[in-house]
C-alpha cells in the first residue's frame, strides 16, 4: 500500500545528494541527509509503540530537525500536530489534552515547565533541540537509516492543526493526506515552481504557510529553501539575491519596504513573491512594484482549507484582490441569514467547496456541522465579492478574530482571562490598525463600581496565560460597552472609535 502525501513530498527525493536546505550558517542539508534523519526519528516514534493514526505534538524551534520530524510523522502514519513556540503551559496543556497526543515533542529549555504535561496518563515528552541534539535525537542515533514507509490513504489524517473559535475554545482541524497533496500539486504548478527554485523560508514551520504551503510545495517540485530560523531583516537581505522566490505575510513586505538597504537590485534573480495570511494593502502592492519592479501574488487561504484563491501567475496580479478560485475549488459568495447565493457581484459570506477542504474539527461534531455544509460547502467566516471578471475580493469578516502579523487572534479567549481578573466587570477586546502587525490588540476593560482596577496587574495575568502574540498591546478603562437591542456588545462601533489609537488618522 502506498503513502501519498510520503512518496510525492519526501520518497521520490530518496538518495538524492542534491541539496534540500541550505541553513542559517551556510550548511547544506541534502535531502539523502533529511530522509536519514526522518527515517531514524520514525523508527524511534514506532518503537515508543506510536500506531498511525495517533498523535504526535511538537512545540520545537524552527530547524531540519524540526521539519524531519514532520516527514517522519507522515512516513510512520502519525498525525503531526506542530504548535507555536510562543504557546504558555496553559494553552499546551489544553491542546495535549484536547488532542489526545501521545508525544509532545518540545525544546530542553522547556522541558522543566512542561513537566506536568509529561505527567499526564499515556503522554511522553521528549526534547529536539535547534542543535539537533535532545532526547528524540539520543534516540535515533543507534537506528537504521531506512524505514518502511507506512501505507496511508487519501483520506487518512496527515496533521491536526487547532485554530482558535469564537468561543474561546481552539479547534482542531483534521487535515487528510489528500487535502496537503491536492493543494500542494495544485499551487506547484500554478505558481510554476520547479526545480530550479531556491525558496527563501523565513516563515515559523507550525502554521500552514510556512509548513504547508512553502515546504510542500518546494519538495514536490524538487527545489531548495534558504531554511532561516525566522525573519531577520538584514538576513532576509542578505540571502535574497540566493533565492528565486519568498512567501511571507504582509508584515514581511512592509517591513522590507521600510528598510533602505532593500533594493531591486536585490531582487534581479527572484522570480516570484507570494503573499498570504492578512490582507495586503494595495498601496503596500504599489509600494513594492515601484521598490523592485515586482508584483507580488497574493492568494488566500485557511488553516481548515489550505489555499483556496490565487492571483495569477500569468496575467493580472490585482492588487487589494485573492485573485481567482483554484483549479478544482470551488468558491460562492452567500448570504449568511438563507445561505442562498447572493446575486452576482453582490458582497457575502465565502463558502469553498474541494478537496483542500478539511475533514472537521477533531471530536467536535456541532461545530464542524455549523461551519462544513452536508454538499460539502465550507463557511469560511470570510466576507467577499466576486467581480465581473472573476477576481475574489475579500471586504471583512463576519468572525470575531484578529490578525496580527498572520497570526489569527479570537478576542474571546482574551476576554474570558480579562474578565476573571479583581475589580474587572467586564471586557471587550477588539482589533484596531497597526502599522507593522497589520491590526493589533485593544482591551477595554468596564470597571466594577466604584474601582480603579490596576492594569498591570491584568496585562501580567494575560501574559501569564497567553501567548506573547495575543497579550493587548494597550489596556484601556471605560465606563460602559455599547450595546445593541439584543445586548450584544456593538464591537464595530468600537473598532471605529479606537481606529486611530496606533495609527495617525
Ligand atoms: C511577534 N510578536 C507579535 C507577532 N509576532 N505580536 C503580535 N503579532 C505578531 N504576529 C511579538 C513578539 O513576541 C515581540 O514581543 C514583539 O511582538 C515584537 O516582535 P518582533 O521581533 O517585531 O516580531 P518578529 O519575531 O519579527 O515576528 C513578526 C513576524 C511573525 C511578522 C515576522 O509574527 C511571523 O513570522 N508571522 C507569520 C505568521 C504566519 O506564518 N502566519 C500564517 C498562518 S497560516 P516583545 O515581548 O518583544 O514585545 C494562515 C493561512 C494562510 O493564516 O492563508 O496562510
Ligand atoms: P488561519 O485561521 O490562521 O488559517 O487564517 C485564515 C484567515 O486569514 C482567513 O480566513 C482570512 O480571514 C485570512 N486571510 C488569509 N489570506 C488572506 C488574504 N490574502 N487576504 C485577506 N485575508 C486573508
Not at 440 to 447: C, D, F, H, K, M
Request: glycine fraction near 10%.
Amino acid at each position: 500500500m502506498s503513502n501519498p502525501l510520503y512518496d510525492q513530498l519526501f520518497g521520490k527525493h530518496g538518495g538524492q545528494t542534491t541539496p534540500f536546505l541550505v541553513l542559517e550558517d551556510g550548511a547544506v542539508v541534502t535531502h539523502a541527509d533529511f530522509l536519514d534523519v526522518a527515517a531514524r526519528f520514525a523508527h524511534v516514534l514506532t518503537r515508543a509503540e506510536m500506531s498511525p493514526g495517533d498523535r504526535l505534538a511538537a512545540q520545537v524551534e524552527k530547524s531540519s530537525w524540526a521539519l524531519a520530524l514532520y516527514a517522519a510523522c507522515v512516513q510512520s502514519g502519525i498525525v503531526f500536530l506542530p504548535l507555536n513556540t510562543a504557546y504558555t503551559v496553559d494553552e499546551l496543556t489544553y491542546f495535549i489534552e484536547d488532542s489526545g497526543a501521545r508525544t509532545l515533542v518540545c525544546d530542553a529549555s522547556r522541558k522543566g515547565a512542561l513537566a506536568a504535561i509529561g505527567d499526564l496518563p499515556g503522554v511522553r515528552l521528549e526534547t529536539l533541540n535547534p542543535d539537533g541534539s535532545g532526547s528524540l535525537a539520543d534516540q535515533a542515533e543507534s537506528m537504521p537509516t531506512d524505514y518502511p514507509t507506512i501505507g496511508r490513504e487519501e483520506s487518512d489524517l496527515a496533521a491536526l492543526l487547532y485554530t482558535s473559535g469564537t468561543t474561546g475554545r481552539s479547534k482542531g482541524a483534521m487535515l487528510t493526506q489528500g487535502n496537503l497533496l491536492s493543494n500542494t500539486l495544485i499551487l506547484a504548478e500554478s505558481w510554476r515552481f520547479d526545480a530550479r527554485d531556491v525558496l527563501l523560508h523565513v516563515l515559523p514551520i507550525f502554521h500552514t504557510h510556512g509548513l504547508f504551503v512553502a515546504t510542500n510545495v518546494t519538495l514536490v517540485a524538487g527545489g531548495s529553501m534558504i531554511f532561516l530560523p525566522r525573519f531577520d531583516l538584514d538576513q532576509v537581505i542578505a540571502r535574497l539575491p540566493d533565492a528565486t522566490t519568498l512567501m511571507g505575510v504582509p508584515t514581511l513586505y512592509t517591513r522590507l519596504l521600510d528598510a533602505p538597504g532593500f533594493t531591486a537590485d536585490l531582487t534581479r534573480d527572484m522570480r516570484l513573491f507570494i503573499s498570504g495570511s492578512a490582507p495586503l494593502l494595495a498601496e503596500t502592492h504599489a509600494r513594492f512594484e515601484k521598490r523592485t519592479g515586482h508584483r507580488i501574488l497574493e492568494r488566500y487561504g485557511m488553516t481548515e482549507t489550505n489555499m483556496n484563491t490565487s492571483n495569477p501567475y500569468d496575467g493580472e496580479r490585482r492588487a487589494g484582490t485573492v485573485g481567482f478560485p483554484l483549479p478544482g475549488v470551488e468558491l460562492r459568495i452567500t448570504d449568511p441569514a438563507t445561505g442562498e447565493d447572493v446575486a452576482a457581484g453582490n458582497v457575502g459570506q465565502i463558502e469553498v467547496r474541494g478537496p483542500n477542504v478539511f475533514k472537521g474539527y477533531w471530536q467536535m461534531p456541532e461545530k464542524t456541522a455549523a461551519e462544513l455544509r452536508p454538499n460539502g460547502f465550507f463557511i469560511t467566516g470570510d466576507i467577499g465579492r466576486v467581480e465581473e471578471d472573476g477576481y475574489v475580493h475579500i471586504v471583512g469578516r463576519n468572525k470575531d478574530v484578529i490578525i496580527s502579523g498572520g497570526y489569527n487572534i479570537y478576542p474571546k479567549e482574551i476576554e474570558l482571562v480579562l474578565d476573571e481578573q479583581p475589580g474587572v466587570l467586564e471586557s471587550a477586546v477588539i482589533g484596531v490598525p497597526h502599522a507593522d502587525f497589520g491590526e493589533t490588540v485593544l482591551g477595554l476593560i468596564v470597571p466594577d463600581p466604584d474601582v480603579d482596577p490596576d492594569l498591570e496587574t491584568i496585562a501580567g495575568a494575560a501574559a501569564a496565560s497567553l501567548a506573547r502574540f495575543k497579550h493587548p498591546r494597550k489596556l484601556l478603562v471605560v465606563d460602559e460597552l455599547p450595546r445593541n437591542t439584543m445586548g450584544k456588545v456593538q464591537k464595530n462601533l468600537l473598532r471605529e472609535k479606537y481606529k486611530s489609537l496606533f495609527v495617525p488618522a
